[in-house]
């Protein structure tokens, strides 16, 4: 959709003050993890740590299979999944002080691979530790620079099925994981951002023909996390357009954005249209703009201000009551 003059205006100056805020603090060094780089390839399966256990996802045809050619590859550090073919969810249980809450994972990597370490493992590690029930996605992808890319629906509904399956899933397994059924969220980066947007917006659309009873429950999750997202905005002449298979409404849940002004993969503006759809929509949002910390930081430290945003998005779970406050 198309925004006013004013609201354009609006988010401008927001925009501008947030920058202006923090461009005054000089980062003494880079942040280490920016875009992906170039590796060599390998076969193998990934695997979770030991004590932990992948499971697939869907429980015999898998819907929208596209054609990936051989077996599942890693590059050279294992720490990217590539031509994944047979979607899983890894289930990382709460440590200490258990919450109620369940976190769903959808790791970056432009619909070609998975970061399944800095936007996977990692950010369970750290959700864990707060209390937080992780399930890490690993969805279908063709692999480094292959074709056809498993998203954005609606070129391809792959990751959408299994990003709303994992969903489901964990609805269904509410009680066994020991979480509120209405206290599940999703959290994504880059391409993972994406479908964090996906799954907010198009949870009743029947993107996938139901295969058994688990899928007459909602996929829609109860809040959402975009980490420097992607493919959000229209790719038209028209500027700060959204893009239209994204469909915010007043029953998109509430949701927290994050993103470096400076990123040169996924441009700023993705997060800056989304906020402003769900702005106009009424939804409860809060978005954080910080000046440095290109694409890819993950939880990565630095000395740049981008590093706090985990404990910006712990305390803004704390809001919404999906954390008890500290």
């Known amino acids: 959709m198309l925004y006013s003059a004013p609201l354009r205006q609006k988010l401008s100056l927001l925009f501008a003050l947030s920058l202006s805020a923090i461009s005054l603090v000089l980062p003494t060094r880079q942040v280490a993890a920016e875009a992906r780089r170039e590796s060599e390839w390998h076969a193998g399966n990934w695997q979770p740590s030991p004590g932990f256990k992948q499971s697939p996802i869907w429980p015999r045809v898998i819907p929208d299979t596209f054609k990936v050619d051989g077996s599942e590859e890693l590059n050279k550090e294992g720490d990217f999944v590539g031509k994944v073919s047979i979607p899983t969810m890894t289930i990382y249980p709460a440590k200490g002080r258990p919450s109620d809450t369940a976190v769903v994972v959808f790791p970056g990597g432009g619909y070609w691979c998975l970061a399944m370490k800095l936007e ?9 530790s707060r209390g937080i029930t992780c399930i890490l996605l690993k969805y279908r992808v063709p692999g480094d620079k292959l074709y056809p890319r498993s998203g954005c629906y609606p070129s391809h509904a792959a990751a959408l099925d299994d990003a709303q399956r994992t969903i489901r899933l964990v609805r269904s397994r509410a009680k066994e994981l020991k979480v509120d059924p209405h206290k599940i969220g999703v959290i994504g980066f880059s391409a993972g951002g994406h479908l964090v947007a996906a799954t907010s917006t198009l949870y009743d ?26 493919h959000l905005t229209e790719h038209t ?3 700060f357009e959204l893009n239209k298979y994204i469909p915010v409404t007043k029953n998109t849940p509430p949701t927290f954005i994050v993103q470096a002004a400076d990123d040169p993969v996924d441009a700023v503006d993705n997060s800056l249209v989304y906020f402003a759809a769900l702005k106009e929509a009424k939804v409860a949002a809060e978005l954080h703009i910080f000046a440095k910390g290109k694409h890819a930081f993950g939880l990565t430290p630095s000395s740049l201000p981008v590093s706090d945003w985990p404990k910006l998005a712990e305390r803004w779970l704390e809001e919404i009551k999906m954390l008890p406050k500290q």
């Open 120 to 128: 996977g493992t990692d950010i369970c590690d750290w959700l864990t």
């Open 205 to 230: 659309k029947g993107i996938y023909k139901p295969v058994d009873a688990i899928d007459k429950l909602s996929c829609r999750p109860d809040f959402a996390i975009a980490v420097y997202p992607g």
């Open 237 to 239: 002449k028209k500027k």
